[in-house]
């Protein structure tokens, strides 16, 4: 549980549109996805992951469509736009940079200890 | 079904993609083995807040702020509406000051601050004669203004205007004739100040120069007497008996000589203009106001420079201009005049100080609600409201205050503005152009904007920066958050109370001394009318004199009417123009004199308006008489002026500055009191009365009673002898001495007001400190109370403070109306702006109502029981 806060700000909106670059989901099943793809480590509570949710969408990053599902629901859909693919591809990026830079300096840390 | 979706609102979806979560959830669960009941409540303990997870959704859309802030104002408004009384204080007070301030801008602005309606406004400057020995402008001659045009190469064109006393107007067709004032103009008048007319055109050089008799129409006339049809070009206005060809029209705006000017025509349709003989014309000072429009590049310090060589030149030259020199400034400062400014600028100070005390008011009242509720924000603030969050409620109640009392407050200035063109005085120029301005509005609105919010926000943010435990824990609100600050505003609210009342009461003395002048005559049950002949039908002065018999016969024989007089212009401002010569003491004719009006009458005139006769008689009809030996009366102050110690009567003087070449002398056959008739608060100008019947005369009636029931007498006695005059001009001494000093009774009434808005709200905000601090020190006068301390010494020590807070008020307010004063006193009348008595006043006034206003609350703690102190405290 204590993992939620840990996601460092800005990754949980790389991680919503990397779900969904695969394919349309709704609220619920990204939380499932998120929760199923991280083995549990990221769990993300539906105080968070709505605001984002609608945060990504009035930046024009995710689209919704409103789907009648096999529950005999409406449930709202999201995809990602093409200027969200785009934004996705250039924060992972930054991400990747930064996440091998931090390798790179705890290794050597680690190679430079006595 | 997708239009249905469109209409849901984005909370609906909101709830609804939220509820599909929470079913899924559940679904899951009772798939894994759980009880419906049981998973629904795991559910909802996961889901944490679900309204705060809906709000942090809302919070993410992007005209999120907007609606927030709409709500919160909806809020505000509804939390207002709880507290009526405090919401009605603070808007009454608000809009009073937004209405009184966005009104006076808008005259300011009118009168003082906007552009003369001319073409390139800054270039056009006034030319005035100054006489040297009585250091005062004239108007000039037309031999100086010839040689001023001719000389000048900084000025790329001079010309000039005056006014005349009103002429008789009928159109050709028409029945009713009219008086109108109309502008007589010099060459180039128009093009000078570069205002092309509304239809039609202005007069041509060549039209000037052949003396043709055509006239420009007024905006208003036009309007009047043609409905603003183009047709009006090429019609006939017989102006004085004299038809004239209609040319143009020109703009409401254009209002030179004055605002009320009905038409124009050139100078030289007068058969008294010839140039070629300007040479032998006077060069005294004289009625011409010279206008003109600096060359292209040139200031109007290079004019200055020029025009006093110039005059300087002339001095040496001409033996009447030995004591003439010229003044140049610009055009505005001569219209709109020293006094009409002072007058405005002293409104929009007092306006300004009448709006301090309503802000500060209005703070003092909001910092007294803020820390009342403090108690509320460290809920709101337990309740994980953000500081900010109570920041921006705050600042939507604020809002919500200042929209209704903005829209109160311009809905005001617009009544106001409406009252002060119908009521207000006309001297003010451009006074009629008057409107809500824009301007003003917006500054008011944005200005109100910026006090509402300090004060709706600054104090309660001061409450709420104390650790909110201790404000819960606690309740104590017995150190209110600055103290001294709310004691500061009071102290402002009475200092520019005090500031208002020194001005009102200095405005009252000299309006009450300007109107409790003596006139001299007695104005009561007196009434003009004016008589206006036309030129063509009376042209021999034998039937003037005929008819003005006859008018005085007719009406002195109406029941009701004890004596009839007449005079040129009752009412009129004597300029003293002219001069006497005196037998025995021939001067030079270029030697300065003093100035003194020659002013004709009727016999019958000093009866008829009650002037006393010192010595000697009356004129009587044998003086009109041709051939009758000349004979003058003349007034106290002119016969001290000539005669000190003796007495003028039998004395021989002439009209002029020479002898007469055949020798003749006219005789002083009377000595009259002084009388003030173009206005209480003018001096009187020494006067020499002839005997003499004039085409335009003011026939002047007194009745015994209600003189106003004669008018339908005096006009069916009038009409019957010329039904073409005009009678549209008949007013009682007692109301034109009244309009004349309308301006003088208006900011005196202007200034009580405000001053009485000014103390009501001083004591007000006094009352209200002083009851709030007791309501807050129940618990420790409570205390005092059970430890002994006596009634007397608690209200003496609420008491104290009230005082001590007027009393710094009162010393900043002394200050502060001394400064002011400076500037006050040219427009008072026989008054001294720092006239010890006034302030003593009001300052006993202030200390009075301040007194008074403390007494409740020291009364009130006086009165609290300590067992119900202790026990609520």
Known sequence: MSTKSDLPQGTLDLLILKVLALEPLHGYAIGQRLQQISRNVVQVTQGTLYPALHRLENRDLLVADWKMTDTGREAKFYRLTRKGRAYMDVEAEKWQRLIDAFELIFKSADRSAP | ?873
């Open chain 2, 1 to 873: 079904m997708r239009w249905r979706r469109g209409r849901r609102t984005a909370d609906d979806r909101l709830d609804l993609e939220i509820r599909d979560h929470i079913e899924r959830q559940v679904a899951d669960y009772v798939a894994t083995g759980m009880s419906e009941a049981e998973a629904r409540k795991r559910v909802r303990l996961e889901f944490g807040g679900l309204d705060q997870a809906k709000e942090h959704c809302r919070d993410v859309r992007p005209h999120q702020w907007l609606s927030e802030l709409i709500r919160d104002v909806r809020v505000g408004f509804r939390s207002l509406a709880r507290e009526r009384l405090f919401a009605a204080a603070v808007i009454t007070i608000l809009t009073v000051g937004i209405g009184a301030t966005v009104a006076m801008f808008s005259v300011l602005n009118t009168v003082i601050l906007r552009d003369l309606p001319y073409a390139r406004p800054h270039e056009l400057a006034a030319i005035r004669t100054h006489l040297l020995l009585q250091n005062q402008p004239d108007g000039s001659s037309i031999p100086n203004w010839l040689d001023w045009r001719t000389e000048s190469k900084t000025f790329a064109g001079i010309t000039f205007y005056f006014r005349t006393a009103a002429s008789a107007v009928t159109f050709a067709g028409r029945e009713a004739p009219q008086r109108g004032l109309k502008g007589v103009v010099g060459p180039d008048f128009f093009e000078v100040l570069g205002t092309a007319p509304l239809i039609g055109r202005t007069p041509s050089r060549e039209e000037f120069d052949r003396h043709d008799r055509v006239v420009v129409l007024s905006e208003g006339l036009w309007q009047e007497q043609f409905d603003r049809s183009p047709d009006a070009i090429g019609r006939t206005l017989i102006v004085d008996g004299q038809p004239h060809t209609i040319v143009g029209v020109m703009p409401r705006t254009f209002q030179l000589p004055t605002n009320d000017t009905r038409f124009w025509h050139p100078i030289s349709t007068s058969p008294l203009w010839d140039l070629s003989k300007a040479s032998t014309l006077n060069r005294d000072g004289d009625i011409l106001e010279v206008i003109g429009r600096l060359a292209p590049g040139r200031t109007l310090d290079e004019a200055r420079a020029e025009m006093s060589l110039i005059a300087s030149r002339l001095r040496a030259e001409y033996p009447a201009n030995r004591f003439l020199d010229v003044r140049v400034l610009p055009l505005f400062d001569h219209l709109v005049g020293d006094r009409t400014r002072r007058t405005v600028w002293l409104g929009f100070a007092a306006v300004l100080a009448l709006l301090a005390i309503a802000c500060a008011n209005v703070g003092g009242l909001l910092s007294v609600r803020a820390t009342r509720r403090r108690q509320e924000f460290a809920v709101r603030a337990a309740l994980g409201a953000g500081r900010a969050r109570v920041v921006r409620q705050l600042l939507a109640e604020s809002i919500s205050l200042w929209a209704t009392a903005s829209a109160g407050g311009v809905a005001l200035a617009y009544g106001l503005l409406r009252l002060l063109l119908a009521y207000g005085p006309r001297t003010i120029p451009r006074i009629e152009q008057l409107g809500l301005d824009a301007t003003a509005v917006a500054g008011a609105l944005l200005g109100g904007l910026v006090v509402v919010a300090l004060c709706g926000t600054l104090p309660s943010m001061i409450a709420t920066r104390r650790t909110s435990a201790a404000a819960l824990a606690t309740r104590d609100q017995s150190s209110p958050p600055k103290p001294r600050f709310h004691d500061l505003l009071v102290a402002a609210q009475i200092a520019g109370a005090l500031v208002l009342l020194v001005g009102a009461v200095l405005f009252a003395e000299s309006f009450v001394r300007a109107q409790g002048e003596d006139p001299g005559y007695i104005a009561d049950d007196l009434m003009i009318v004016r008589i206006d002949l036309p030129q063509i039908e009376y042209r021999d002065a034998a039937a003037v004199v005929t008819f003005f018999r006859e008018a005085r016969e007719r009406v002195a024989a109406i029941p009701g009417v004890t004596a009839v007089g007449g005079t040129m212009d009752f009412f009129m401002r004597r300029n003293g123009q002219q001069s006497i010569t005196i037998q025995g003491r021939e001067e030079s004719p270029d030697a300065p004199r003093p100035r003194l009006t020659i002013e004709p009458i009727t016999p019958g005139f000093f009866r008829a308006s009650g002037t006393p006769i010192v010595a000697g008689r009356e004129f009587d009809e044998r003086d009109l008489e041709p051939g009758a030996p000349g004979v003058f009366v003349v007034s106290e102050s002119l016969a001290r002026r000539y005669w000190p110690g003796e007495s003028p009567m039998g004395k021989h003087i002439v009209n002029g500055r020479q002898p007469r070449k055949n020798g003749t002398w006219d005789t002083i056959i009377g000595v009259v009191k002084d009388t003030r008739r173009e206005g209480l608060d003018l001096t009187p100008i020494l006067t020499a009365f002839a005997p003499a019947s004039m085409r335009n005369m003011d026939l002047t009636i007194r009745a015994s009673g209600d003189v106003e029931a004669l008018i339908p007498a005096v006009r069916r006695e009038i009409r019957a002898m010329a039904p073409a005059v005009p009678l549209n001009r008949i007013a009682t001494v007692r109301s034109g001495l009244a309009d004349r000093l309308a301006g003088r009774r208006f900011e005196t009434q202007v200034l009580v007001l405000f001053a009485g808005i000014g103390l009501v709200l001083a004591a007000a905000g006094l009352y209200a400190l002083l009851a709030y601090q007791v309501a807050l020190r129940t618990r420790e006068l409570g205390i005092r109370a059970a430890l002994g301390a006596d009634r007397r010494s608690i209200v003496t020590m609420v008491l104290t403070h009230g005082v001590r807070l007027a009393l710094i008020g009162i010393g900043v307010g002394i200050i502060a109306a001394a400064l002011a004063a400076r500037g006050l006193q040219n427009l008072l009348y026989n008054t001294q702006a720092l006239d010890a008595s006034s302030y003593a006043a009001s300052v006993a006034g202030v200390l009075l109502i301040a007194i008074s206003a403390a007494t409740i609350p020291a009364r009130r703690a006086a009165r609290i029981d300590p067992i119900t102190a202790l026990r609520e405290g």
